[in-house]
């Protein structure tokens, strides 16, 4: 029987032998068994063995996990009830309805997608498994069937024959159990696909829509307020119980969505981890003592946010969710701006006056009020009379603000001004919110009121993230600076205060996108910047568009920041800390200077679409041009960059060129300034100081060797002058005694005095020390009643 068996396995493997032949020829190539047609009958035993472990191998693959026989068990009854729901009868009219349903349909579809994107991602993975696992199974087959026939046509013993049989039917086996699971997966993918295109259309249906509900508020969609009130039933109560059920449905979405989200949670869980561990720190430091290293700092209500480390870092944790989660539902979004809200005003109370402390619970009571009107709205009449009690306190609160003038505590003078200038466009919104909803204008006013009141908290936060982000700049430049012993107070004041102005420039940007984006203008300005940008004419053969003008001006503007970034981090960081060769850092900070700008140039060149050739040909003419007319800027250039190289002066040298004598103060491409002892400063072209006499006092040795010159009576002790002039000047600090130690010597006789000459060495204060020499040694004579000669006149009476 058994022989039976196999001979009729063995026809029907032979019978299909010629359907695989095609497909095993195309992957036979891939497989182990790649050598031969057929197994050697003296080698099928080891063979067999080895083929053995690979099929336990490959079962061990294609073994179904726990989470693909979940997603075979779930599909029919998941789909059965998004069909369910896509026979909601609300599409067949969606334009009438709220447009709050129409964003919940939208954000439940967007987790139903979620889960289907994955399933169809973890399904496709799977089917690439069996792809590979099956061209192997089939070449194995081809193998084993032709090394059976092989065996056949040789007559190998039955044992050898019966074995090859055991093995194509193991392989025929699991290439069965892989198909059926094949066919198994390719069915759920393919329900699982149709699902998705399904969805994407009903969803493109709601976006429609949902656009329609933004773009077209200018029309009259609800009856008089007045007309309403006498029409319909004023019924708090129910209003109530509706608010209390749109918020379940809220939080059930906001659930939901966290919950298919659940490897984005984990990343923001790290997250969270990390901003606490950073903020903790500096609280920690602030606790005992050694946070501030300016005791200014300690009363400056801008750092009292440290005190506040869960506020703070729940500020900085809800900044990197709307980093980390990509375009959530505006549900979870609005739910997320709401719970932060108790974190803002927590870090506003240490900043703003206790003055505006009522003005700033009055405006948080009407942010929720009007998150609550958002969640419910509608036509109906107490969402009407709910809207037009928020704009009219808000009117008023506004206009108390405007009043008052009460943004003193804003440091920032632009920005202070800018709010002033805002607020009656505020004021103004409010007022145009409250009139329409009263004349109807219902879907008009609700814009405006959610509008204005999201541009209002978007204002707040990012005045809050600024003290935030600007304070921890401050405070680690600050401390950064009382542990660098090289670092110079002036450029840390300045590194400070660019970094601080650009960050509150970003901040104020990104208020300005998310206020566009509030009104829906973000969108067209878009476009319509697209559209300048691609505008283009025809310079030659050259195509000049607005946007390479734009990418030019960019790129020279980021060449300058860079120079001047590059040149204070030199300065700063690198030549202070390290002392290097005479000439060496101005040689460095030249050639990089010069590297930047003539590669910054090249690039922004390229941008405007100018070739090499074109570069080369610009540059030859410019060389003509230069040869002729420019050739003594060429020359100063040349000549800069030369004194670059060869370092005869460098910034801080006193110098003599052409009797100007100073201290040299830059070094620039075409000129260089001197600074004289009169505190004049003087332009002297670069060429001046290669082709004329330069006279450098601090080239090799800032040492300098001075002269004082003293006349005594006749009557006056030679060595008692000399000793006083030596002593005298040894005294002095500045005096040095290398190379030399002060030398008074006595030059010889006048006609009516005694001549002494001091010479001594100074490196610095020259000006200053010689005096106090000179005065010095005046004094200590005239103590000792030492004399100063006198002219003595002969007197010739004529008779």
Known sequence: MIKIFYALLLTFVFANASLYAQEVTSTINSTPENIKPFIKIDNVAFKAVDVQKELLIISEKIRESKRIVEIHDVIPSYLASIEALLQNPIYEALEKQNVNVVRKE?????????????????????????????????????????????????????????????????????????????????????????????????????????????????????????????????TPVDYITNIVKAFQEKYDIFRIYHNSNQDIVVKLIIACLAVLIFVFYFYYLHRINRLFVQESSKSDKNYIFITRPIATALIITELLFFFIYDNPPKIVFQLELLVLLLAVFRILQAVVPSSLYSSLYIYGFLYFLAYVETFTFGFSLENRILNLAINATLFILLYKLYKNRVFGFVKHEVMRNFIYKILPLFLLLSFVAFVTNIYGMVLLSHRISEGLFRTLYAGILFYTLSIILVGYVVINLRRRVATASYLLEKYSQKLENIISTLIKIWLFLWWIIVVLKIFSIYEPMMNLKDKVLEYSWLIGKTTVSVNAIVDFITIAIGTWVLVTFLQMILKVEIFARYKLPRGFPTAISTVLNYIIVISGTIIAFSSLGITSAQFSIIFGALGVGFGFGLRNIIANFVSGIIMVFERPIQIGDTIEVDKTIGTVQKIGTRASSIKTFDGSEVIIPNADFISTQVINWTLSDERRRKELLFKVDYDSDIEKVLSIMSSIAIQHPDVLTDPDAPLATFTGFGEYYLEFKLYFWLSDNLIVAQSDVAIGIYKKLKEEGIKMPLPKHKLIKEA
């Open 106 to 234: 939208i954000t439940s579809w967007d987790v139903y997608l979620k889960e289907l994107k994955t399933w169809a991602a973890d399904l496709d993975a799977r089917v690439a498994v069996y792809n590979k696992n099956s061209k192997i199974l089939n070449a194995y087959s081809k193998l084993w069937t032709q090394t059976h026939i092989n065996a056949d046509q040789n007559e190998a013993p039955q044992v050898i024959e019966d074995h090859i049989a055991n093995v194509i039917i193991e392989i025929e086996l699991l290439r069965n159990k892989l198909k059926v699971q094949y066919d198994t997966l390719l069915t759920d993918a393919n329900y699982v696909i149709n699902s998705i295109s399904k969805i994407d259309q009903s969803v493109i249906k709601l976006r429609n829509t949902e656009d329609f509900f933004e773009t077209q508020i200018f029309y009259k969609n609800g009856l008089p307020l007045f007309t309403a009130l006498q029409e319909h039933q004023f």
